[in-house]
């Protein structure tokens, strides 16, 4: 193999070669190569790792925690007299948030990677013909060639919207909101998803003053309404301002500075808005989406415009089969789990592929994207989904039944005094198996893989009355949904 981080000069030969080391992508190098003596390279730009170790899931759930950690025990009598009125330790917090980063050093992924037998390049690779892909660093440009597949994984981008004076203020986008250096006073977040809502719980944590503007109806979207009207009040109750229907239409900075990442960048920053009304803010948090980050691919070197996959993870449009896509670049559901199911299924058809073998096994097919994606949003309330909503099962024309419970249970009172919750599960008639389900309440993240097992396994929900709860434990709810579709 050429050694990790070989000079710009030397050109290589692999079995296959990664263009991005977040998650999707080891996985699908490792996958690929696996019990074999087939080579690999990731070729990445940043640090290995990818966006999820040092500007997403990790720094943000290490930042949400401690929040959910002292609210349960201020529910909890004999432990709330010992924690009293005491607010969060932010410093300390930070400290622990950057051990999970690493301190942005990638040095254990790149030790990783070496011990599975996969080479990382650094520098911005690019498609340069079939097979062939470029890598340019400081040193200059280097041709990788691949002898069975490349793989796209360079993830996705933050998206700013073309507000007047919005990029001009040096908002911050998610990766300054999970690293923040300093607590803005007052701040405005710009968007009603995931991003957006569990950045609101974390900064209100940290006492800040928060206001969503919120271009929709509704936060969450694509959840069941239910789920987005209660975690709507529960930042309502600890004091966040959410402005559904409500557009910046300009937005103004003083003295805009380019500090770094999570620091604040310059002057108070003055947003105006549909209604006619102005808000004053020390920092503006953009939660707008985000994108595919293709354009630096040179797709046009091999006759595309967009990236599409199908379910084996070969991008559509290029002859040959060598050509793959994982993660978010890939257009299907962009979560990070979701990119690293992807990665195993491509690198298994890859290995298949390069051993003349049939992808006649499910496990070369990824087609949880259509059925059992199952997604938490950490605030508070946490909700936890999977599968299809009732509205969307309705339009794909299912028949659908529903049942909802109130999560109250044995388990669910002896956890904490202040346990609240709601489930639902959409049911095909037709199949009696479950569709989707959703759970919001207090802590129900751990509750969701059961769902997930019953929805990627078309279970009959009369199998499940044979999966018995333990008792007592907040999963028994499972046992009252089931009672209440039995009548």
Same mark, same amino acid.
């Given at each position: 193999?050429?050694?990790?981080?070989?000079?710009?000069?030397?050109?290589?030969?692999?079995?296959?070669?990664?263009?991005?080391?977040?998650?999707?992508?080891?996985?699908?190098?490792?996958?690929?190569?696996?019990?074999?003596?087939?080579?690999?390279?990731?070729?990445?730009?940043?640090?290995?790792?990818?966006?999820?170790?040092?500007?997403?899931?990790?720094?943000?759930?290490?930042?949400?925690?401690?929040?959910?950690?002292?609210?349960?025990?201020?529910?909890?009598?004999?432990?709330?007299?010992?924690?009293?009125?005491?607010?969060?330790?932010?410093?300390?917090?930070?400290?622990?948030?950057?051990?999970?980063?690493?301190?942005?050093?990638?040095?254990?992924?790149?030790?990783?990677?070496?011990?599975? =037998?996969?080479? @990382?390049?650094?520098?911005?690779?690019?498609? *340069?013909?079939?097979? &062939?892909? %470029? /890598?340019?660093? !400081?040193? $200059?440009?280097?041709?990788?060639?691949?002898?069975?597949?490349?793989?796209?994984?360079?993830?996705?981008?933050?998206?700013?919207?073309?507000?007047?004076?919005?990029?001009?203020?040096?908002?911050?986008?998610?990766?300054?909101?999970?690293?923040?250096?300093?607590?803005?006073?007052?701040?405005?977040?710009?968007?009603?998803?995931?991003?957006?809502?569990?950045?609101?719980?974390?900064?209100?944590?940290?006492?800040?003053?928060?206001?969503?503007?919120?271009?929709?109806?509704?936060?969450?979207?694509?959840?069941?309404?239910?789920?987005?009207?209660?975690?709507?009040?529960?930042?309502?109750?600890?004091?966040?301002?959410?402005?559904?229907?409500?557009?910046?239409?300009?937005?103004?900075?003083?003295?805009?500075?380019?500090?770094?990442?999570?620091?604040?960048? =310059?002057?108070? @920053?003055?947003?105006?808005?549909?209604?006619? *009304?102005?808000?004053? &803010?020390? %920092? /503006?948090?953009? !939660?707008? $989406?985000?994108?595919?980050?293709?354009?630096?691919?040179?797709?046009?070197?091999?006759?595309?415009?967009?990236?599409?996959?199908?379910?084996?993870?070969?991008?559509?449009?290029?002859?040959?089969?060598?050509?793959?896509?994982?993660?978010?670049?890939?257009?299907?559901?962009?979560?990070?789990?979701?990119?690293?199911?992807?990665?195993?299924?491509?690198?298994?058809?890859?290995?298949?592929?390069?051993?003349?073998?049939?992808?006649?096994?499910?496990?070369?097919?990824?087609?949880?994207?259509?059925?059992?994606?199952?997604?938490?949003?950490?605030?508070?309330?946490?909700?936890?989904?999977?599968?299809?909503?009732?509205?969307?099962?309705?339009?794909?024309?299912?028949?659908?039944?529903?049942?909802?419970?109130?999560?109250?249970?044995?388990?669910?009172?002896?956890?904490?005094?202040?346990?609240?919750?709601?489930?639902?599960?959409?049911?095909?008639?037709?199949?009696?198996?479950?569709?989707?389900?959703?759970?919001?309440?207090?802590?129900?993240?751990?509750?969701?893989?059961?769902?997930?097992?019953?929805?990627?396994?078309?279970?009959?929900?009369?199998?499940?009355?044979?999966?018995?709860?333990?008792?007592?434990?907040?999963?028994?709810?499972?046992?009252?949904?089931?009672?209440?579709?039995?009548?």
């Amino acid at each position: 193999m050429a050694p990790t981080n070989a000079p710009a000069a030397a050109d290589s030969e692999y079995d296959v070669v990664v263009i991005g080391g977040g998650p999707a992508g080891e996985n699908a190098a490792r996958y690929a190569i696996a019990g074999s003596d087939r080579t690999a390279a990731i070729v990445e730009h940043e640090l290995l790792g990818g966006e999820c170790s040092y500007w997403a899931c990790m720094p943000s759930k290490a930042l949400l925690r401690p929040g959910t950690v002292l609210g349960a025990a201020r529910a909890m009598p004999g432990v709330r007299e010992a924690v009293g009125d005491r607010a969060l330790d932010v410093p300390a917090i930070l400290q622990r948030r950057d051990s999970f980063t690493a301190h942005h050093s990638d040095v254990g992924q790149v030790e990783w990677a070496e011990g599975v =037998g996969i080479d @990382v390049i650094r520098g911005s690779g690019r498609l *340069a013909g079939e097979r &062939v892909v %470029e /890598v340019t660093d !400081a040193g $200059g440009t280097r041709t990788l060639r691949a002898r069975h597949a490349v793989v796209l994984a360079t993830g996705s981008t933050a998206t700013v919207p073309p507000t007047p004076g919005l990029r001009e203020a040096l908002p911050w986008t998610s990766r300054d909101a999970t690293n923040l250096q300093e607590v803005p006073g007052r701040v405005a977040i710009v968007g009603g998803g995931v991003v957006a809502c569990e950045a609101a719980n974390w900064l209100l944590d940290f006492g800040a003053e928060v206001t969503l503007l919120v271009r929709g109806p509704r936060l969450l979207a694509s959840a069941e309404p239910f789920a987005s009207d209660a975690v709507a009040a529960g930042l309502r109750d600890r004091g966040a301002t959410v402005l559904t229907g409500t557009t910046a239409t300009t937005v103004r900075r003083d003295s805009p500075e380019d500090s770094g990442i999570g620091t604040i960048h =310059g002057g108070t @920053v003055t947003l105006s808005l549909d209604s006619g *009304a102005e808000l004053t &803010v020390d %920092e /503006v948090i953009v !939660a707008a $989406g985000r994108r595919p980050a293709t354009a630096a691919l040179g797709l046009g070197n091999v006759g595309l415009d967009a990236v599409h996959t199908d379910d084996q993870l070969t991008v559509t449009g290029v002859d040959g089969n060598w050509l793959y896509a994982v993660g978010d670049v890939s257009g299907r559901t962009p979560l990070t789990h979701m990119g690293k199911y992807h990665g195993r299924v491509c690198g298994d058809v890859i290995a298949a592929r390069a051993e003349s073998r049939a992808l006649d096994g499910a496990r070369f097919s990824a087609d949880a994207d259509r059925t059992a994606v199952p997604q938490v949003v950490f605030t508070s309330p946490e909700v936890a989904a999977v599968g299809l909503t009732e509205s969307v099962a309705r339009a794909q024309g299912f028949d659908v039944d529903t049942v909802e419970v109130d999560i109250a249970v044995a388990g669910s009172s002896l956890s904490r005094d202040d346990f609240t919750g709601h489930a639902k599960l959409v049911i095909d008639r037709a199949r009696d198996t479950v569709l989707g389900a959703t759970f919001v309440g207090t802590e129900v993240a751990d509750q969701l893989h059961a769902a997930t097992v019953a929805v990627a396994g078309s279970v009959p929900l009369s199998a499940l009355w044979h999966a018995v709860p333990a008792y007592p434990t907040v999963s028994e709810f499972w046992l009252r949904l089931l009672e209440a579709r039995r009548g």
